[in-house]
């Protein structure tokens, strides 16, 4: 008889023991999110620009988030080995991609098999604004002076930008539209340089890469191409101010993989929020070449539709397009 009752009570604790590790078990899926660190992919370099925006708004997101949020960089492929790993994960919010317009040259230009509706778009976070320069001695002052001159010499008037198919060259594509000039790619950099040195007549590039030299006299600063003046050369007028409606802004964003429950993206959408309106994150933007542009998950969402069908065109028109 004691024999059973002691098998008895041993059971008994064993099956208190379990239903005490699903309670436990219980307790930690009941948590709130987030309740571990969240990674932040950035599908570009450690140093560039995507990286510094990167890392200023995870500085934010943790604060609020009160977890740590880790900044990944997986380059390559022109952003596509960065949204390629994003896409795959578990789409619970714990990993995240700091997308930009390449998430579609990535898609078009056959780099990955997927466009930005494999992706949950949470906010918009920045924008950039290209800008079309020349050196201080040129005889060009404005948009119309260099537009003038390319009608008149067809083929002559070289223009750099970054790779082919980058964002740069596809505003310089966009820009200048039927017109013909020839277009000097620039895959590592360097192009600045090649305009100072007159081995090149224009640069389209954003606004940091020459900030230091338009500063010192050496560069000038014809026009921006892009929705509003860029504040570090408030003085410029846009190509729209000058009788040219084009714009092409560099926007930076967070995407999720699809399927992310929409109390998730509700809690990473404020955080975002809280992070870019913050004044650290303005001030950083002063000297990064950066525009603080928070845009929520809807808005954005219709934001990137749009852009996307404008760089399909101009994807079309330099040949580039794939898918």
Not at 5 to 32: I, R
Not at 41 to 52: E, M, Q, Y
Not at 302 to 316: G, H, L
């Amino acid at each position: 008889m004691a024999t059973i009752k002691m098998s008895c009570y041993k059971l008994l604790t064993v099956a208190l023991a379990g239903v005490s590790l699903a309670l436990g078990s219980l307790a930690v899926q009941a948590q709130p999110f987030p309740n571990k660190p969240l990674e932040l992919v950035v599908p570009f370099g450690a140093g560039a620009a995507p990286d510094t925006v990167a890392r200023e708004l995870a500085r934010g997101m943790t604060k609020h988030l009160g977890q740590q949020i880790i900044v990944v960089n997986k380059p390559g492929a022109g952003g596509a080995i960065g949204y390629q790993y994003v896409q795959a994960k578990k789409p619970d919010g714990y990993s995240m991609v700091l997308s930009s317009n390449s998430i579609s040259t990535a898609y078009y230009g056959g780099m990955m098999p997927f466009n930005y509706s494999a992706f949950n778009p949470v906010a918009r976070v920045t924008i950039e604004l290209p800008v079309l320069a020349v050196r201080t001695g040129s005889p060009f002052n404005n948009l119309k002076d260099l537009v003038a001159f390319v009608k008149q010499n067809p083929g002559k008037l070289r223009v750099g930008s970054t790779s082919i198919g980058s964002h740069m060259h596809l505003t310089l594509v966009g820009f200048f539209g039927d017109l013909d000039v020839t277009a000097v790619p620039f895959p590592k950099g360097g192009h600045v340089a090649s305009l100072l040195g007159e081995e090149i007549d224009a640069v389209i590039t954003l606004p940091g890469s020459l900030a230091p030299q338009v500063k010192a006299g050496s560069l000038k600063v014809l026009g921006v191409l892009a929705s509003a003046r860029e504040p570090v050369f408030p003085d410029v007028p846009t190509a729209t101010e000058q009788g040219f409606p084009f714009q092409s802004d560099l926007w930076r964003a967070i995407h999720l993989p699809k399927g992310t429950p929409p109390e998730v993206i509700a809690r990473l959408e404020d955080a975002i929020r809280q992070s870019v309106m913050s004044p650290e994150f303005k001030k950083l933007g002063e000297t990064a070449g950066y525009l603080p542009a928070y845009q929520g998950s809807t808005a954005f969402a219709k934001t990137i539709v749009a852009d996307d069908a404008v760089i399909a065109q101009m994807m079309t028109k330099a040949g580039l397009k794939k898918n």
